[in-house]
């Protein structure tokens, strides 16, 4: 059973950084795109960042270029998110998405695993 679990979300003050990891199982992961979207209350779900299977190429959403990073451990079957300079707005449930594809994707629809997701709060 192919898995994706997600995990480092919580409560955090504007201005601060957290690091989300997302754990794959199930099958090897090292030859997939991998990406994170989130989803704030009443609002669609949305493109975060994506990164190709090596990790060479990596995609941002403009909301977030420049705070966050994505990155991966092949040997782990992990992807992270580095969260840095966290803003009110980034308040959200993260959920990380595999693609079985090479190069990175920013639609979601073209992601074929999905986690259940890690709130991310930031206050003020």
């Known amino acids: 059973q192919v898995q994706l679990v997600e995990s480092g979300g919580g409560l955090v003050q504007a201005g601060g950084s957290l690091r989300l990891s997302c754990a794959a199982s199930g099958r090897t992961f090292s030859n997939d795109a991998m990406g994170w979207f989130r989803q704030a209350p009443g609002k669609e779900r949305e493109f975060v960042a994506a990164i190709n299977w090596s990790g060479r190429t990596t995609y941002y959403a403009d909301s977030v270029k420049g705070r966050f990073t994505i990155s991966r451990n092949n040997a782990k079957n992990t992807v992270y998110l580095q969260m840095n300079s966290l803003k009110l707005e980034d308040t959200a449930v993260y959920v990380c998405?595999?693609?079985?594809?090479?190069?990175?994707?920013?639609?979601?629809?073209?992601?074929?695993?999905w986690g259940q997701g890690t709130q991310v709060t930031v206050s003020s």
């Open positions: 998405a595999a693609a079985t594809v090479l190069e990175a994707r920013t639609r979601g629809r073209d992601y074929d695993y």
